[in-house]
């Protein structure tokens, strides 16, 4: 097993690699192989169901349910949608091993469907494991449709403001104001766990990974007070740190 955390611009990639490339050396020639591709917000990692965890038990199922045999994962922690790094290196590997690239949701892959089709036209095949059964035609559709509904949104959203504006209502003002104490809140939770995150340097413990799992082990809790620490929190706690 290889894990080489790769830094890239906007966008950190954590990558897993199982060389098990072999089917016929590892008795796997009849089970599917596939490696899968989580991707996941810096800002907004863990909401509306799409943090990692939740898309790592999606896939995991998925595999259980269908004989597939996890070949590893990239994961990639992002706040842009232009660079996709992570995503190049994962069908660049699928490639080198064909194996089938999974993804939990369709929007894992991009947001919109030019960005989709040039992914579709690859020569890898791709599996959603909330809709296995979409192949690369039903893909390109689902993706158009799913731009048409955020382009309804964006419109609707943007009328409503402007008719806000007009009545008077003064927009963003809680909102900065909650935005400079979050930021403010987060920046002295960051300084407090300094000291455990440079004992843990101290120790050898220096990825993102295995970081995650050592404050998870110690009880660590999170800046929200709840749920697990991952390699994307881990790393918006260090980049934090860094400003």
Same mark, same amino acid.
């Given at each position: 097993? =290889?894990? $080489?955390?790769?830094?890239?611009?906007?966008? =950190?990639? =954590?990558?897993? /690699?199982? *060389?098990?490339?072999?089917?016929?050396?590892?008795?796997?020639?009849?089970?599917?192989?596939?490696? #899968?591709?989580?991707?996941v917000s810096t800002t907004k990692q863990g909401r509306s169901g799409l943090? =990692?965890? @939740? +898309?790592?038990?999606?896939?995991?199922?998925?595999?259980?349910?269908? &004989?597939?045999?996890?070949?590893?994962?990239?994961?990639?922690?992002?706040?842009?949608?232009? /660079?996709?790094?992570? %995503?190049? +290196?994962?069908?660049?590997?699928? *490639? +080198? !091993?064909?194996?089938?690239?999974?993804?939990? *949701?369709?929007?894992?892959? &991009?947001?919109?469907?030019?960005?989709?089709?040039?992914?579709?036209?690859?020569?890898?095949?791709?599996?959603?494991?909330?809709?296995?059964?979409?192949n690369r035609f039903t893909i390109h559709i689902l993706a158009a449709v799913?731009?048409?509904?955020?382009?309804?949104?964006?419109?609707?959203?943007?009328?409503? %403001?402007? @008719?806000?504006?007009?009545?008077?209502?003064?927009?963003?003002? $809680?909102?900065?104001?909650? !935005?400079?104490?979050?930021?403010?809140?987060?920046?002295?939770?960051?300084?407090?766990?300094?000291?455990?995150?440079?004992?843990?340097?101290?120790?050898?413990?220096?990825?993102?990974? #295995?970081? !995650?799992?050592?404050? $998870?082990?110690?009880?660590?809790?999170?800046?929200?007070?709840?749920?697990?620490?991952?390699? !994307?929190?881990?790393?918006? %706690?260090?980049?934090?740190?860094?400003?």
């Amino acid at each position: 097993m =290889l894990s $080489n955390p790769i830094e890239a611009d906007f966008s =950190l990639i =954590l990558f897993k /690699y199982r *060389r098990s490339l072999n089917p016929e050396q590892n008795g796997l020639f009849k089970m599917k192989q596939v490696l #899968a591709y989580y991707r996941v917000s810096t800002t907004k990692q863990g909401r509306s169901g799409l943090g =990692l965890e @939740a +898309q790592q038990n999606m896939i995991e199922n998925y595999c259980k349910l269908n &004989g597939c045999t996890m070949l590893g994962e990239v994961v990639e922690v992002k706040s842009t949608r232009k /660079y996709r790094t992570g %995503l190049f +290196q994962a069908l660049e590997l699928c *490639r +080198q !091993s064909k194996a089938t690239l999974i993804v939990a *949701r369709l929007d894992r892959l &991009g947001r919109d469907v030019e960005q989709i089709a040039g992914i579709v036209k690859s020569n890898v095949e791709i599996i959603v494991a909330d809709n296995p059964h979409a192949n690369r035609f039903t893909i390109h559709i689902l993706a158009a449709v799913a731009e048409e509904q955020r382009q309804r949104i964006s419109e609707t959203t943007k009328g409503a %403001l402007e @008719a806000a504006r007009k009545r008077g209502v003064v927009l963003g003002k $809680n909102g900065k104001a909650l !935005s400079a104490a979050n930021r403010k809140a987060a920046e002295e939770f960051a300084q407090k766990l300094s000291p455990i995150l440079a004992r843990l340097r101290n120790r050898g413990i220096t990825s993102m990974r #295995a970081v !995650s799992a050592e404050l $998870n082990r110690k009880g660590v809790p999170t800046f929200r007070g709840e749920g697990r620490w991952h390699p !994307s929190t881990v790393c918006t %706690l260090v980049n934090r740190l860094k400003q």
